[in-house]
């Protein structure tokens, strides 16, 4: 019997997560305040987030303690399984080995409850009482709602009209678990009330429900903001899943030659190839092969420039120096609404910039094709977003079978796609539309970015 | 650190299914042929399944191997988890410890795919190139979408029309994984036909689409009929999670005082109690309870007489011995598909008739209720058939807290909601209706139960 899934058992789960800023082999760019320019210090960012995430941003520890508290709820769906992919690897009729490591079977459906809990954690310890967010697919708003609630914890989502109105799925998910969800752009916000008298047709994007939500809880003393993806402490948290891998894959007998992950803010692939990186950046693993992918329509590391840019539509966060498409750039309704953002974590510009990752671009009518291939050989319905690594796993494993190598493939599986069943009425149908470059827009975009 | 999960790895997943037949005090009433009157024999069924299942479906055999092939099937999901809802159990003050075996991580969300894997593999193995069927709720239909995908099998589902157009999510579901569906009543087959004469506005039932997947399985040399629940061999096949879940409350140290379950045809609570109920029988544990809960709306243990009836509308299928509400009922439009069969497993029937199970109805907003105390507890949103199981469940455990008594309370937990949302929104915005048990709907189905 040759084994389909690598299973850990809860007593087994990884109790630290891994932070890769001390193995940089270069410090990451410092954050700047958006009005004085000057590095932003931990007291600037105390009006939004609790102090515990703030030490987390910039720690030089390389392993933090999980809290019990955390862990306990974690040991509800975690540790997930470490899946190997015998059918589609059959059907491809390649010789390379196909993992997946798979977010699916949390409650929200994604691997977005890592850091949820974590951040709901916190900031109940440290007497917060109200929480607010944005959210694109609405996979974070319905994670964080679900970590709002084990937290007792009071939750406004800001989630993005065209998701809003795409995928009522996702705002009744966010409701049941006991918070609010408004459209954005909304007129609860000053944020959104100016895009509203510019254009009341406007279907939002990640970038303006963010400054709807900073706005929230800037202008509320019971209320701070947390974010589901782009920074340090987020990707901190999601190292769990890398963790846990790394044991599967001991268990397997194997070492992943590729690593395969879509980034949109880029947390759930940071948190699968961080824990790996550290023997690349050590010089043990040098051949190791990390590639991003994103959507030909936000083809943030593919196609945008290394600059400081606001994480916001409104400039009100601090600014980050990434790859970006500009913080007004406003990307094309693709159905993975996750991948839409205009910019990127900074950890992962920084290795990219490093040349210590790869990024691609793809379209999303083949990012479909392979998403139907894999529910047609794993039975798993992925996600939107995942899909996009589904498709450069087999463009990888097609080249291993002309190339004859056996070569150990790691997908990051970032969760089910239950919820974006209509796109894949879409695609079945031929009404599925793909998206180009948008070259235009990102150019007037970019001429947007702050002067640094 | 408590336990949440008890987790089985692949290699110790059960290679056997149970069967009840031998074990049961007294033989099971014989299915009679809907023609002659007369007990049905293997050659009547051959026209629609394949000899195996219909070997399995009159088996003397207390286990069954599991065909290697459908293991290798089983372990890309099984084994399930086993959970302690610890916060229920915190939220409620009980004394009671409450396990719930979560069937939600298959690929199809619920239980069903245990025995449409089985049921593709044999009738693949008997050369059968297409499969008609049909579905409710829509889980079964996509479950064997699923099943005939991994085994090559062209299928065809009719899908009971009220949930074709509420769920388009399932409907979606099956297309993705390759198989055709229709809306039923349809115009393919005389049955639908007829019905749609009659009401062209008809919502269709459960039994009604019966009708025409076994019409087309009859009428057609390549197609077999195929049934997700109801008959033995398909409750057969559910066994492994009760088998599965007596390893895993080994692991626990516990055994349970209280087993409960949704029935709609009873195939996903046989599953779990049937590898139980046989400690009842032999005498070993005679205190132990199993509660089978049932919709107010179709409450066929409850309400029903216990005599032969059809399986389905149109009076095609061989008369099986059973608790009915008469096989013409058209259930109210309860959220919970899965529930409104007119009829019931005869085994369930028969150890019901035993007085070895008891039953229960219940309305459906107290139920979604209870669904939602359950998402704001252990997260997991509930599919609208096992949402009954935790109110009863929550109705035990609160009994406990009275009395002082620590009881092990297990949950038959059969799937997400995830499809199902429409139906939360529904219940948190205050727009659901309570449906009384329809008597006068059901005194006129019960005159046409046929002349035995």
Chains 1, 2 share one sequence.
Request: with cysteine; glycine share 8%.
């Amino acid at each position: 019997m040759e084994r389909t899934k690598f299973i850990l058992d809860e007593k087994d789960m990884p109790t630290r997560w891994y932070n890769i800023l001390p193995d940089l082999p270069e410090p990451l760019p410092q954050v700047l305040h958006p009005g004085t320019k000057q590095p932003v210090t931990p007291d600037d960012l105390k009006p939004i987030f609790p102090m515990a995430l703030i030490m987390q941003e910039f720690s030089p520890e390389r392993y933090i303690e999980i809290p019990e508290e955390v862990q306990a709820i974690y040991r509800t769906w975690r540790p997930t399984i470490l899946h190997r992919a015998h059918r589609l690897e059959k059907a491809l009729d390649t010789p390379a080995k196909i993992f997946f490591k798979y977010e699916g079977t949390s409650q929200a459906g994604s691997h977005k409850p890592n850091t949820a809990v974590a951040q709901a954690y916190y900031n109940k310890k440290e007497g917060v009482k109200r929480i607010a967010t944005e959210t694109g697919a609405g996979q974070w708003g319905s994670a964080l709602a679900m970590g709002c609630m084990f937290f007792d914890i009071e939750l406004k989502v800001y989630m993005v009209k065209i998701s809003y109105e795409q995928k009522p799925y996702r705002r009744i998910l966010i409701e049941t678990w006991g918070a609010t969800v408004v459209p954005s752009p909304s007129t609860d916000t000053k944020a959104g009330r100016d895009i509203l008298a510019q254009d009341p047709e406007c279907t939002g994007s990640l970038g303006l429900a963010i400054s709807e939500a900073v706005e929230d809880a800037a202008t509320r003393d019971d209320t701070n903001y947390s974010l589901g993806s782009v920074l340090n402490h987020v990707l901190l948290h999601q190292t769990i899943i890398g963790e846990e891998t790394r044991k599967q894959m001991e268990m397997a007998g194997e070492y992943p030659d590729i690593i395969i992950g879509c980034i949109g803010g880029g947390s759930n692939f940071a948190g699968q190839f961080l824990p790996w990186i550290r023997d690349k950046i050590s010089g043990e693993k040098p051949d190791l092969r990390i590639i991003c992918v994103e959507p030909k329509a936000a083809p943030t590391l593919t196609k945008g420039p290394y600059a400081y840019d606001f994480g916001d539509v409104a400039g009100l966060t601090p600014l980050l120096k990434m790859y970006t498409l500009g913080h007004t750039f406003i990307p094309s309704p693709i159905h993975a609404g996750g991948l839409r953002y205009h910019g990127m974590a900074p950890i992962i510009c920084h290795l990219y910039n490093l040349g210590l990752i790869e990024a691609r671009a793809e379209y999303q009518i083949p990012v479909f094709e392979a998403g139907v291939k894999f529910a047609r050989t794993e039975g798993i319905i992925t996600a939107p977003e995942p899909c996009h690594n589904v498709k450069v796993a087999i463009d990888e494993a097609l080249k291993c079978k002309e190339s004859g190598e056996s070569k150990n493939i790691l997908i990051a599986h970032s969760g089910h796609g239950h919820f974006d069943l209509a796109a894949y009425d879409e695609y079945l149908s031929g009404r599925m539309k793909d998206y180009e470059f948008p070259e235009d827009k990102v150019k007037e975009a970019l001429t947007h970015l702050p002067k640094v």
